[in-house]
């Protein structure tokens, strides 16, 4: 049976959903031929996700008994497999399994998975090599126009992408806040479960922190406290950028001074925009451009263009880009000011290695050449990014707590 378990190690430039809809139909792989399929993919968790919108249509729900609307990534993920189990098909598709998991969830999966490789075969598709089920001994990958059987090592690209300075700040603030972000003893409930309990963290100017915690721990929950999102904010103990939330500020007096990055922001931007308006849009915190910009904030843009090496592409559409591309073009957009503060919430979910290491490689220069403080959340230790202090979320009946670690 190992045998008919395949592995397709992609980059974010093949077309994925090509390779998913040829192996559905059994063009691509024989022995799936004639046989029902499912895919378990972050497409079909946002496919019913739809469908509850649309519909009202819950058939998954989470453990907790939740709509996958309302729920976290990894409770959505454990849902839908799940799901797809009880309907008994006779393979799994399963692409980027690991994304957006906590570790004991990737165990989880995993087991899963080798459980049920013993009676169908396991298809997978993945981009980050580290991710290969154990138990997959094909793997193909994508050459000159064509899948090849990988023999030996998969390689990834090891070259320094970004060679000139950061780009300078547009003016040099005049106020720095310290603490950025301080928290004192804050808690969140949802509908009486507790979700955060005691939450006490300082953010300084120019500190890099990586937020963890396993599926649910209340990681966004804390991120949306300080990005202004939340109402659970209001009567908390939470100093931003020098005012006490809940006297009177805006959810603009903010987020001026965040730069904000989430993988789910991709899916936001539909419209079509030139890649230069996008990143001249950070300067306005707006998502087309509706105002002019100055000469200035053009030679900012600009600069951030020739960094990012998409300077010869800037009058080409946003949405046509690789995600990879897409990504660094969304990260020079947050940073053209220079906010006080960078968040990055799962900023490599669904990159491919090559792609990861160069998004990893700005997030440090960022941290190096800039007075940013980046508060970067992700399940998952990146190899190449380098945080200085990490912030951690440990569940309890009682709610999540957190520490240093
Ligand atoms: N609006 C809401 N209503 C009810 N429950 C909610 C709401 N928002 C979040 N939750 C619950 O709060 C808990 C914490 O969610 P949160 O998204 O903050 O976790 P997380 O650590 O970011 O998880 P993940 O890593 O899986 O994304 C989850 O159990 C989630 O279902």
């Not at 998969?154 to 300075?165: A, G, M, R």
Request: some cysteine; glycine content about 6%.
């Amino acid at each position: 049976m190992s045998t008919r378990h395949v592995a397709y190690y992609i980059s974010n430039s093949a077309n994925k959903q090509q390779l998913i809809d040829e192996l559905l139909s059994g063009e691509r792989y024989k022995p799936l031929s004639g046989l029902k399929g499912s895919l378990f993919s972050e497409i079909t968790v946002n496919k019913f996700i739809e469908e509850e919108k649309r519909h009202d249509d819950f058939s998954v729900l989470t453990d907790t008994k939740n709509s996958l609307e309302h729920s976290s990534q990894g409770e959505r993920k454990k849902a839908l497999l799940r799901h797809l189990i009880n309907q008994n098909p006779d393979y799994i598709i399963v692409d980027n399994v690991f994304d957006s998991l906590d570790v004991a969830t990737q165990t989880n999966i995993s087991h899963t998975l080798k459980d049920l490789s013993q009676s169908k075969p396991i298809i997978q598709i993945t981009s980050r090599k580290r991710d290969i089920l154990p138990f997959i001994k094909t793997i193909y990958t994508f050459k000159n126009g064509e899948f090849v059987k990988a023999d030996g090592e998969l390689k990834t690209d090891d070259k320094n992408y970004f060679v000139n300075d950061l780009p300078e700040p547009e003016h040099v603030p005049t106020e720095v806040f310290n603490p950025l972000v301080k928290f004192n003893k804050v808690n969140v409930a949802y509908g009486g479960r507790t979700i955060v309990k005691d939450i006490c963290w300082e953010i300084k100017p120019g500190e890099f922190w990586q937020l963890v915690g396993p599926n649910g721990s209340g990681k966004s929950t804390l991120l949306t406290l300080i990005s202004g999102d939340n109402p659970k904010a209001y009567n908390q103990d939470i100093l931003l950028f020098g005012m006490k939330k809940g006297t009177g500020e805006t959810v603009w007096d903010i987020k001026s001074n965040i730069g904000h990055y989430t993988s789910e922001m991709l899916r936001g931007f539909r419209r079509l925009d030139s890649i230069e308006k996008m990143i001249l849009s950070g300067f306005f915190d707006s998502i087309g451009l509706y105002k002019y910009p100055t000469e200035r904030q053009i030679h900012i843009a600009h600069q951030w263009l020739k960094l990012i090496g998409l300077f010869e592409k800037k009058d080409k559409d946003f949405v046509f880009l690789s995600p990879g591309h897409k990504r660094l073009v969304l990260i020079a957009r947050a940073m053209v000011k220079h906010p006080p503060l960078l968040i990055l919430d799962e900023p490599t979910n669904g990159l491919d290695d090559t792609d990861a290491k160069i998004f990893s490689q700005l997030i440090n220069k960022i941290s190096e050449e800039s007075r940013t403080a980046i508060l970067y959340v992700s399940h998952r230790k990146e190899e190449h990014i380098n945080p200085h202090f990490t912030y951690q979320l440990t569940p309890s009946e009682t709610g999540s707590t957190g520490q240093r670690v």
